[in-house]
């Protein structure tokens, strides 16, 4: 039983992180409606905008790079956590990009900014995923499969 619940456990945890990070960036490119729409951006714009309120601390160059640098690691780390691949690199990472957020958060808008976001859900779902020793349903479970059937040919 504390198998199966493992396993369903870190399904859904990888699933919701990984839909979690994907979901924002389909929206910060326009693809889940035009800003005023009832997104939080609809457009680059919109959230690079957006981004210069939470890294006030930064000029606007390394902002928008950050912005830029982020949205490709959302990308990156919501793929390979819906598919389940590097689950425990892509988890620690994941956790690492969040934690950065919150931090960013608290620096340019106070404690509350990341309370109102969950900011901290994803940095503990992160971490304790990467904890995890097996990820049934996944690529690296797949992996794993065929490399011990290779050493036995």
Same mark, same amino acid.
């Given at each position: ?27 910060? @490119?326009?693809? *889940? ?32 790079? !950050?912005? @830029? ?12 956590? *819906? ?10 990472? !994941? ?16 404690? *509350? ?24 349903? !996944? ?13 036995? @040919?």
């Amino acid at each position: 039983m504390r198998d199966k619940l493992k396993n369903i456990s870190q399904l859904i945890t990888r699933l919701a992180l990984g839909v979690g990070f994907l979901y924002p960036v389909a929206d910060r @490119l326009g693809f *889940l409606g035009a800003p005023g729409s009832g997104v939080n951006w609809g457009d680059w714009k919109h959230f690079t905008d957006y981004s210069h309120t939470v890294m006030a601390f930064l000029p606007r160059a390394l902002c928008d790079l !950050s912005a @830029l640098i982020a949205t490709i690691l959302e990308i990156i780390f919501g793929m390979s956590l *819906l598919l389940g691949f590097k689950i425990r690199v892509t988890a620690i990472g !994941s956790a690492i990009l969040t934690l950065l957020f919150a931090v960013s958060m608290i620096i340019s808008n106070g404690v *509350l900014a990341p309370v109102k976001y969950p900011v901290f859900v994803f940095v503990g779902a992160s971490l304790l995923l990467a904890q995890m020793d097996y990820f049934k349903w !996944s690529i690296d479970s797949l992996l794993i499969s065929h490399n011990k059937t290779s050493k036995h @040919l």
